[in-house]
DNA sequence: TGAAATCTTGCAGATCCTGAAATTTCACCT
DNA sequence: AGGTGAAATTTCAGGATCTGCAAGATTTCA
């Protein structure tokens, strides 16, 4: 007779190791907005959220990745959004689709973005890790552009420039909505974004 | 009666610590290129080199940037290429003639650049840190732009993005260099890759 | 030559991160 | 209920990274 497990299907064991996951990655965003990112250990991270330091690298790998967090999107994740467009669909126009749904699911967790975006600001050696997280992501969406485009990886360049390119619209849509507090609709900048790199970059 | 001090009027104290920072930089990519990242010590490097491990430190902060090393371009050698283009030149053709007189400085370390390449190809987590390196350079490069197009960063976008898509074409290149062994001309591979985004990246 | 500036070095120490073993928690089955 | 095995957490030990600090060596310059 246990009260119904709402959340998703998952076990009691499974839906704690996402409330912990999400606790430090909570802590460890707001400690450093608080403090910097030199001024706050691993065991301060734990120890706000009531574990382990050990524990802590069970989750994340380093320091720095509990900032960037799950926020970056999984590969898988945007693979799918990508093939869930249509073949006959241009690949650049394919890739905003998928940027557009990405936006959509930032916007979901607008607060917890925006804090993000803050503490990134103040410390700009972070900023690599935002990228480092998307390099994995961008091979895997590299890959699905290659096969929509119907060439080989690493011949034409074309499907790592694509991708490439993308990833830095939807970036600068990021920047620009977190520059401007979250008040425009992220979609827009995203579309805002492809529209000059479909236009090649002309002079404003 | 001192051999000409050659080297571009510096005294030998100058001079003795730029040779000390490039043999640490060739130490640490030869070291890791046989052994990879995880087994290569900082006190390896510096043994390599007959320098103290706290010698390292006064020349790198982290024993990653001495992989990345001043390879990547310096900020302000870059904003100077871009500056020296006639400003009636667009400003993507702008920034593929900076990428191309880049391309060349390249071209001229070859060894050392195929080198990097191959030890960033084996040690994926080090890619994050090339990117990293070119932050600092990414903005200053966007100001300039931002400055030439005549706009204020921050607000379009479009200074963000020009410059973000540069980057990434000039990266996109040079992996195609170093995945072909270095044999192609780098400024055409450079070509290459901004030829697709001045024709907004259509499909191929 | 002698003072000033700079570089190197050793040392102490905080923090990061990992492996291994012990302990606890949880899911599942009878 | 109670037992069992898998998974998560913790404790512990230890190596590696990186930073101040102060002493010693080297270079520069007057």
Same mark, same amino acid.
């Given at each position: 007779?246990?009260?119904?497990?709402?959340?998703?299907?998952?076990?009691?064991?499974?839906?704690?190791?996402?409330?912990?996951?999400?606790?430090?990655?909570?802590?460890?965003?707001?400690?450093?907005?608080?403090?910097?990112?030199?001024?706050?250990?691993?065991?301060?991270?734990?120890?706000?959220?009531?574990?382990?330091?050990?524990?802590?690298?069970?989750?994340?790998?380093?320091?720095?990745?509990?900032?960037?967090?799950?926020?970056?999107?999984?590969?898988?994740?945007?693979?799918?959004?990508?093939?869930?467009?249509?073949?006959?669909?241009?690949?650049?126009?394919?890739?905003?689709?998928?940027?557009?749904?990405?936006?959509?699911?930032?916007?979901?967790?607008?607060?917890?973005?925006?804090?993000?975006?803050?503490?990134?600001?103040?410390?700009?050696?972070?900023?690599?890790?935002? #990228?480092?997280? =998307? &390099?994995?992501?961008?091979?895997?969406?590299? @890959? %699905?552009? !290659?096969?929509? +485009?119907? #060439?080989?990886? =690493? &011949?034409?360049?074309?499907?790592?420039?694509? @991708? %490439?390119? !993308?990833?830095? +619209?939807?970036?600068?849509?990021?920047?620009?909505?977190?520059?401007?507090?979250?008040?425009?609709?992220?979609?827009?900048?995203?579309?805002?974004?492809?529209?000059?790199?479909?236009?090649?970059?002309?002079?404003?």
């Amino acid at each position: 007779m246990t009260i119904v497990d709402s959340a998703d299907e998952l076990g009691r064991r499974d839906r704690k190791k996402l409330e912990t996951r999400a606790a430090l990655e909570h802590a460890a965003l707001t400690l450093v907005a608080e403090r910097g990112l030199a001024g706050v250990t691993v065991e301060d991270i734990a120890e706000a959220v009531d574990v382990s330091s050990r524990t802590f690298f069970n989750y994340f790998p380093a320091k720095e990745d509990a900032l960037v967090g799950s926020g970056s999107a999984s590969a898988t994740d945007l693979r799918e959004k990508l093939e869930a467009v249509p073949a006959r669909v241009p690949v650049l126009e394919a890739l905003r689709l998928m940027s557009r749904a990405e936006a959509e699911r930032v916007q979901e967790q607008r607060e917890q973005w925006l804090l993000r975006l803050k503490v990134f600001e103040q410390n700009p050696s972070l900023f690599p890790r935002l #990228v480092a997280s =998307g &390099t994995e992501t961008e091979r895997v969406v590299m @890959t %699905a552009v !290659a096969r929509r +485009a119907g #060439v080989e990886p =690493g &011949t034409s360049g074309y499907p790592e420039l694509a @991708t %490439a390119a !993308a990833m830095a +619209a939807f970036r600068v849509a990021m920047m620009r909505w977190g520059a401007a507090g979250g008040r425009p609709v992220l979609a827009n900048l995203v579309d805002d974004a492809f529209s000059q790199l479909a236009a090649g970059l002309p002079n404003p």
